[in-house]
C-alpha cells in the first residue's frame, strides 16, 4: 500500500504543473488576442451618435466630425495602460489635426473630476475630454481600459482596440481608415 501512495504522491507534481502550465498558456493567449486585436464588440456598426460636454465646458458632437474618421479613446486617471499611452495619444492627435485627418475624443470613465483634470494637463492632451455621463463605455462595448474606438468617415466603427497603443500602431489603424 505505502507504495501506491508514494507513486500518487510523485505524480501530483506532474499533473500541477501541467495544469499551471495550461492556465497561464491560455491566460495569456487571451491577453495577447485583446491587446493585438480587434475586440469585434461593435466593429461595422453605425457608432452610437453623442454629445459630450467637456472638462473645459464646451460640447462636443460624434456626428458633428462626419466626414472624416474620429479616434474616441476610454481612459481613467487611474488607469496606469492610459498614463503610459497619453503622450502618443497627444503626439498623434496633434499631428493629425495639424493634417486636417482624424478628429479625437478622449472619454473619462469612473473618475473624480479632479484626477481627470490633472491627468490632461499633465500629459498637455490638445483634444476634446469629458467625463462618461452617458455609459457610453458599455454603448461602445468596452471591457477593459484603455479602449480606443475607431470611427471611419461615414460613422462606422471601423475598429476597436483594448489596451495602449504605440504611435506606430495608433498610425497604421488611422492611415486604413482615412
Not at 496606469?80 to 499631428?95: D, F, K, M, Q
Request: proline residues 7%; charged residues 20%; hydrophobic residues 45%.
Amino acid at each position: 500500500m505505502p507504495h501506491r501512495c508514494a507513486s500518487a504522491q510523485q505524480r501530483w507534481p506532474v499533473v500541477a504543473g501541467v495544469l499551471l502550465l495550461a492556465i497561464l498558456l491560455v491566460t495569456g493567449t487571451i491577453q495577447q488576442a485583446m491587446q493585438e486585436t480587434d475586440t469585434g464588440t461593435v466593429v461595422g456598426a453605425a457608432a452610437p451618435d453623442f454629445t459630450l460636454q467637456t472638462f473645459d465646458g464646451n460640447v462636443v458632437r460624434l456626428s458633428s466630425f462626419r466626414g472624416r474618421p474620429v479616434v474616441i479613446n476610454f481612459w481613467a486617471s487611474w488607469c496606469p495602460p492610459c498614463r503610459a499611452e497619453a503622450p502618443t495619444l497627444g503626439n498623434v492627435a496633434r499631428a493629425e489635426h495639424a493634417a486636417g485627418r482624424a478628429a479625437f475624443i478622449g472619454i473619462d470613465i469612473r473618475d473624480q473630476e479632479e484626477s481627470a483634470r490633472k491627468f490632461l494637463a499633465d500629459f498637455s492632451i490638445p483634444y476634446p475630454n469629458g467625463p462618461d455621463t452617458q455609459n457610453l463605455e458599455s454603448a461602445y462595448g468596452s471591457i477593459g481600459l484603455p479602449y480606443t474606438v475607431f470611427v471611419d468617415a461615414d460613422g462606422t466603427i471601423a475598429r476597436t482596440w483594448i489596451g495602449p497603443l504605440d504611435e506606430q500602431r495608433l498610425v497604421a489603424i488611422i492611415d486604413e481608415i482615412a
